[in-house]
């Protein structure tokens, strides 16, 4: 059975940082893409980041780039979001998600499993 | 960057419709399109790839078609348990990946 289990998430302060992970189970975690998928309070999907199965290539959205880094411990099958500069606006449960390839083609990025979310809360 | 757009934001339909959902992107995306279905606290859960293939265990009164600029999810004979939030996504051009606003489907 597939389960991504997120953790990391809480109230920081304007400016602050957080790391999220992701533990992943229940299929062969090198062989998938990843990616974190956002949603603000009672607002839509926001897809944020993506990385490959192998962890070489990565792929962010315009509103975290330079803020926040993916990346992935296959060793582990640990998925990570390492959140920096936090704002207001990145207030949501971040959800992490598994890939139906392993990102070398646009099937890679339907997504199959989610976890449950870890929910970041950036406020003073 | 490809938007994503969808109508209606919310419909009320009862217990045996059929309800249709539309997305439109703002280009072409050949067939390379999803529809989520979200419930309330809850992980969306993919119902449909590439445009009209459905996921393994998922009923059959789901349905998507459309290529290119124009998309539909249909649920044939509504049931109780599909009163939920849809949503399209599109992965043919990225970054980045986008979603569609969401469709409610509420009770009437």
């Known amino acids: 059975e597939v389960q991504l289990v997120e953790s990391g998430g809480g109230l920081v302060q304007p400016g602050g940082s957080l790391s999220l992970s992701c533990a992943a189970s229940g299929f062969t975690f090198t062989s998938y893409a990843m990616s974190w998928v956002r949603q603000a309070p009672g607002k839509g999907l926001e897809w944020v980041s993506a990385?490959?199965?192998?962890?070489?290539?990565?792929y962010y959205a315009h509103s975290v780039q330079g803020r926040f880094t993916i990346s992935r411990d296959n060793s582990r099958n640990t998925l990570y979001l390492q959140v920096n500069s936090l704002r207001a606006d990145d207030t949501a449960v971040y959800y992490c998600?598994?890939?139906?390839?392993?990102?070398?083609?646009?099937?890679?990025?339907?997504?199959?499993?989610w976890g449950q979310g870890t929910l970041v809360t950036v406020s003073s | 960057d490809i938007q994503m757009t969808q109508s209606p934001s919310s419909v009320s339909a009862s217990v045996g419709d059929r309800v249709t959902i539309t997305c439109r992107a703002s280009q072409g995306i050949s067939n390379w399109l999803a529809w989520y279905q979200q419930k309330p606290g809850k992980a969306p859960n993919l119902l449909i790839y590439?445009?009209?293939s459905l996921r393994s265990g998922v009923p059959s009164r789901f349905s998507g078609s459309g290529s290119g600029t124009e998309f539909t999810l249909t649920i044939t004979s509504l049931q109780p348990e599909d009163f939920a939030t849809y949503y399209c996504?599109?992965?043919?051009?990225?970054?980045?990946?986008?979603f569609g606003g969401g469709t409610e489907v509420q009770i009437k």
């Open positions: 590439a445009a009209s």
């Open positions: 998600a598994k890939g139906r390839g392993d990102g070398i083609t646009s099937f890679s990025y339907y997504f199959d499993y």
């Open positions: 996504q599109q992965a043919n051009s990225f970054p980045p990946l986008t």
């Open positions: 990385i490959s199965g192998s962890g070489g290539t990565t």
